[in-house]
């Protein structure tokens, strides 16, 4: 749908936008720091956006496009952001292997179709091993210091 295209690459730009300005505030040291990746992210973001609202802007609305698929991705995308929101909220406290584990598997069931099962436990092994290479690559590789939360005295 046309419509929804638009609404989609204008309010993913808009959130990229958003992204890198939050991004800019972090410090900044020479090198990698902490705010290279989320300016790249942002950028990536913004391109996207751009690319999925030129797009629907290029493309002509259909008459009679099928509705039924609509609600599914208005759900879909909700839960997509509330799960955003609430590992924002979550990473302070849970830290970031914690909150990134929780994340990722919650992420990947919203993402299953739902005519299928989804193998959880495949689910849980990948959150899990994304979230602790995620966050040796950034503490080790990069010597960026993410948040630890509860593990901090195991990690350091």
């Known amino acids: ?3 929804k295209d638009v609404i989609v690459g204008g309010a993913m730009t808009a959130a990229g936008i958003l992204y890198l300005r939050m991004g800019n505030a972090l410090p900044d040291r020479d090198g990698v720091d902490a705010a290279t990746v989320p300016g790249v992210l942002a950028w990536m973001m ?5 690319i999925e609202l030129a797009g629907a802007l290029r493309r002509p609305a259909l008459a009679g ?11 879909t995308v909700g839960l997509t952001l509330a799960l955003i929101a609430g590992f924002i909220a979550a990473l302070r406290p849970l830290g ?9 598997f919650l992420q990947f069931l919203v993402l299953t179709p739902r005519s299928g099962r989804p193998p959880v ?4 092994g990948l959150a899990v091993g994304s979230a602790a ?10 010597d960026l ?12």
């Open 1 to 3: 749908m046309r419509l």
């Open 46 to 50: 913004i391109a996207l956006g751009a």
């Open 65 to 75: 496009e099928a509705r039924s698929s609509d609600a599914g991705g208005a759900l």
């Open 96 to 104: 970031f292997p914690i909150a990134t584990a929780l994340y990722l």
């Open 121 to 124: 436990p495949l689910y849980a």
């Open 133 to 142: 290479f995620i966050f040796a690559t950034f503490r080790y590789g990069f």
């Open 145 to 156: 210091l993410l948040p630890a939360g509860p593990l901090v005295a195991w990690l350091n």
